[in-house]
């Protein structure tokens, strides 16, 4: 589902590089172009459906914004990356980054995950930036963990090494879910019989909402209205409808214990940080739900999980500021 912001162009001062940074979802596509200052400006969201591929959505952007023709760009996308082809898991794009390339004229292309670019903005977000969910404090030259539900569910991380981190690139979103209670249990077996496969984005995302809501109603056997998940969370926040009040309370709740999952995989004390187009736009709801308990809720290593933060990243572009964090520190 659409959570990502209406088109918006950001005007700055630095003088404007030949640059360009993007962001691409299964959803929406945003670009901007680079400052000498490394901030990206003209921001500016398309909707991936109007636009055959990213190379035409492209074009669209710079048809619509001023500035010097660009001879490189940096562009995380929701997606593995694998070689040159690139065929697009939430989104029907099929493309060739090469071809891409020629075609735009560009001396350098760059794809990264989307989260790879999340985690390399980490270091350049300031206090106003992101907001802590519950306790704990983060221990230096230690491992960060980055999750976040939007179309689907991304996840990455950085790693210490040598003074310095590493960004990590994986696809965790496709990890099993896991449920910790009775009625969770009795949900992903209600959509074991929809999925051959439960991922944890099967439940954590604007597509796994819609799930959780149908799943959630079958097993309490109640009559429930096809809702999207923009509507789903908007009960929800109102408190107008039991049943979508429950379904994003479990699905905070879920997302609780994937972040702690990822968070003792990494043995990640450098602190917890959830991104994405969704959970920012749940507000006060979010931090008053299941999450930072659940996130807590590991037995043994529940004292462990204690002493990790969690933060809700709140930037409203971070995967853009990684974007140029990665073109400005790799040639």
Not at 53 to 77: D, F, H, K, M, V
Not at 148 to 158: A, E, M, Q
Request: hydrophobic fraction near 40%; glycine fraction near 12%; proline fraction near 5%.
């Amino acid at each position: 589902m659409p959570y990502d912001t209406d088109a918006d162009i950001d005007s700055g001062t630095s003088p404007l590089t030949t640059s360009i940074v993007g962001d691409i979802g299964g959803t929406n596509a945003r670009f901007a172009r680079l400052a000498a200052d490394g901030s990206p400006q003209q921001i500016l969201t398309l909707p991936g459906a109007d636009y055959a591929g990213p190379a035409e959505a492209l074009q669209a952007y710079l048809s619509q914004t001023q500035g010097p023709a660009p001879t490189a760009a940096a562009i995380g996308i929701a997606n593995p990356l694998n070689g040159d082809h690139v065929q697009m898991t939430n989104h029907s794009w099929s493309f060739s980054i090469e071809a891409m390339r020629q075609k735009l004229g560009l001396t350098r292309l760059q794809f990264l995950n989307d989260f790879t670019a999340l985690a390399l903005s980490l270091s350049r977000l300031g206090d106003g930036d992101r907001r802590q969910i519950g306790g704990g404090s983060a221990s230096q030259n230690y491992a960060i963990g980055v999750i976040g539900p939007g179309t689907g569910l991304g996840v990455s991380g950085l790693l210490p090494a040598a003074g310095a981190y590493v960004p990590i690139e994986g696809e965790g979103g496709h990890v099993t879910l896991a449920g910790q209670n009775e009625e969770e249990l009795a949900v992903i077996a209600a959509l074991a019989r929809v999925f051959p496969h439960v991922s944890a984005e099967r439940a954590l995302s604007g597509p796994g909402i819609e799930n959780l809501h149908r799943a959630l109603a079958l097993v309490r056997g109640v009559s429930a209205a096809e809702l999207d998940a923009r509507q789903i969370t908007a009960h929800a926040m109102q408190g107008d409808d039991a049943l979508c009040v429950d379904v994003i309370s479990m699905f905070c709740a879920l997302l609780g214990t994937q972040a702690a999952n990822l968070a003792l995989t990494l043995g990640a004390r450098g602190g917890i940080y959830i991104g994405g187009g969704i959970v920012p736009q749940l507000g006060e709801f979010f931090a008053r739900s299941p999450f930072r308990q659940r996130f807590e809720t590991k037995g043994r290593f529940s004292g462990y999980l204690s002493g990790i933060p969690t933060w809700l990243i709140t930037a409203p572009y971070p995967a853009l500021i990684g974007a140029a964090a990665f073109l400005q520190t790799t040639r």
